[in-house]
């Protein structure tokens, strides 16, 4: 199952109305509904989409629902895809006009520079995320940024000084990692900050999932084309398993440390991939280390398996906990959180909207960028059989990127192979 699947049902006008009308219950019910924008002076939020598949057409969806919900305007307006098939799906959607539907490598460009747009929601592979944040943040938008961010160190330096950027022009910027975002989450992780389960001992992050990812086969006319239509496959594009997916509950320890780990080391393998093609690996073990020592030990993988769980448990002196909403204290009773809010994948909109009309501050830009690294370092250690710390991972040279983002021919990486891949070298 791969987690659009999962958290993601495709978009048919049936589940829209669906969507659309749970929102609606959902906002009569909710604390968190940002009274805020009621009645606050018309300002129409125009959006572009960039990278038209199926997050991004269920970001925008998001984005739309939340609009509703906060009683402000929005559209959708402009639409980048690589691929022009996929652009005109906001035509489809959201009735974009034809001449602001775009494809190719610049696509994203013109997208943003349609008159108008201020919020831009990009949702391409992780490996162009930079890219496209840089783009964003030069021209000025207020930004959602699906996660991962990037794919190696280069990538996150240029989100880091994207999110410098984007601070200094007074952008507000939201996050992919939705958990952030959702209620149960938020009351439970500020509990285990406020001491219910004591001193945090270790934590462990799972996203040990039911089968194996999708493989779009190789179709293009050339190498770049066929890597960038199962872009999930290639380092590059996607990070691989443990940064394109395993990131959100590496994200939550990290939320809950308020700090990213300093060094880890692990293995893994490619198993149920085969000879299929792309480099990626299939399973990640690995144990990162925080500054005062704390661990956490991490285990992702998608291959055929008959036990799965994506989630997170935090150990402590006092207690444990599984911060999507449960208390365990070794002496009293378990606390169910009740805390009630929207779906977080609308509740991230509607947070980044109320940020933008209260002027208030909300730019998630350094932490996702930040959960990005870490599962970069987490990989690399994997794939070359040594210790990786923050600084090397931070500072290192080494990207899996093409040097030329154009169509024609593309490096075919070899599959990481402990002790033989170096990650430091230039
Ligand atoms: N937060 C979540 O729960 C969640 C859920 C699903 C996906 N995602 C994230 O959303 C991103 C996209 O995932 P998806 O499932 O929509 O994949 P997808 O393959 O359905 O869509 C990706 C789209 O990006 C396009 N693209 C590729 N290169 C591009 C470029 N250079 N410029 C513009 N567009 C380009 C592709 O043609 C494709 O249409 C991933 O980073 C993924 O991790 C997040």
Avoid at 308 to 326: A, C, Q, R
Avoid at 380 to 385: F, I, T, V, W
Wanted: hydrophobic content about 35%; some cysteine.
């Amino acid at each position: 199952m791969n987690e659009n699947m999962q958290n993601q049902p495709p978009l048919t006008r049936r589940n829209f109305i669906k969507t659309s009308s749970a929102v609606a219950v959902g906002v009569t019910a909710a604390v968190n509904f940002p009274s805020v924008l009621r009645g606050q002076a018309a300002q129409t939020f125009n959006a572009a989409i960039i990278g038209c598949g199926g997050r991004g057409m269920g970001a925008g969806r998001n984005f739309l629902d939340a609009a509703k919900a906060a009683g402000v305007e929005a559209k959708i307006v402009a639409a980048a895809d690589i691929f022009p098939e996929a652009s005109k799906k906001a035509k489809d959607n959201f009735g974009v006009a034809d001449d602001a539907c775009f494809s190719g490598w610049d696509g994203y460009q013109k997208a943003l520079a349609v008159p108008g747009v201020n919020y831009a929601i990009i949702a391409g592979p992780p490996g162009v995320r930079p890219f496209h944040f840089k783009a964003a943040v030069e021209t000025g938008k207020h930004c959602f940024i699906e996660k991962p961010v990037a794919a190696d160190g280069p990538g996150c330096r240029i989100m880091y000084e994207c999110y410098e950027k984007s601070k200094q022009k007074g952008l507000k910027v939201a996050a992919g990692t939705q958990r952030r975002h959702q209620a149960t989450y938020i009351d439970t992780v500020k509990r285990i900050q406020d001491g219910a389960i004591g001193d945090v001992q270790f934590m462990r992050a799972y996203w040990v999932n039911g089968g194996p990812i999708w493989h779009r086969g190789d179709k293009g006319e050339t190498e770049m084309e066929k890597q960038v239509r199962n872009w999930y496959h290639y380092i590059w594009l996607s990070g691989d398993h443990i940064c394109e997916q395993h990131v959100h509950n590496i994200d939550v320890c990290n939320w809950v440390m308020n700090a990213t780990p300093v060094k880890a080391w692990g293995s893994g393998g490619r198993g149920s991939l085969g000879n299929k093609s792309g480099h990626i690996w299939d399973h990640f073990a690995i144990e990162f280390e925080y500054a005062n020592g704390v661990r956490m030990y991490s285990y992702c993988g998608q291959q055929k398996r008959t036990w799965s769980s994506v989630s997170e448990s935090i150990h402590g002196s006092k207690g444990f906990s599984n911060p999507s909403g449960t208390i365990m204290p070794k002496d009293g009773a378990r606390i169910r959180s009740a805390a009630k809010g929207l779906d977080p994948y609308v509740q991230e909109h509607v947070d980044l909207l109320n940020s933008i009309v209260k002027s208030t501050d909300l730019n998630e830009a350094k932490q996702v960028t930040d959960s990005t690294l870490t599962a970069i370092m987490g990989r690399e250690a994997a794939y070359s059989g040594a210790l990786v710390e923050w600084d090397q991972i931070l500072n290192s040279k080494f990207t899996y990127t093409p040097a030329k983002m154009e169509w024609g021919p593309a490096p075919i990486v070899p599959v990481p192979e402990p002790g033989q891949h170096d990650i430091f070298k230039a």
